[in-house]
């Protein structure tokens, strides 16, 4: 009986480790991230304000990014490059990022937005 190479099987090990860490952190931001960004949909669209169509212009756009990414995610063909990932992994964290900061700023906005409103 021959056994795999110890590096091998330490390079499987990684990859699953590294898999499951970006599957777990997509898997679950994602739907979060769609989430709020539909909420801000709402939020703007109950504004009655005739100065800028932040849904037109910031929300749809980052959603649009946002399916490109699950569909990325769930593609046969990138989830079994381990070498991509692997040197990827960076690149997915800054995806997040930008859509956790663009939905901050966002949230800002349609609060500064009600308030506003609410002095008039």
């Known amino acids: 009986m021959t056994f ?8 499987r ?9 970006v ?26 304000s005739p100065k800028t169509d932040w849904a037109k212009l910031r929300i749809d756009p980052l959603l649009k990014h946002l399916d490109s990414l699950e569909q990325l ?11 991509r990932l692997r040197k990827g992994v960076a690149l997915f964290h800054s995806d997040l990022v930008y859509l956790r900061d663009n939905i901050k700023e966002l949230q800002k906005l349609l609060e500064s937005e009600r308030k506003s409103l609410h002095k008039k």
């Open 4 to 11: 795999p190479p110890i590096s091998l099987i330490h390079e």
């Open 13 to 21: 090990t990684r990859h699953d480790c590294l898999m499951g860490m």
């Open 23 to 48: 599957d777990r952190v997509y898997k679950a931001d994602l739907p979060r991230l769609r989430k709020a960004l539909e909420e801000l949909r709402e939020g703007f669209s109950s504004i009655d």
């Open 73 to 83: 995610l769930h593609s046969k063909d990138f989830s079994g490059e381990f070498s």
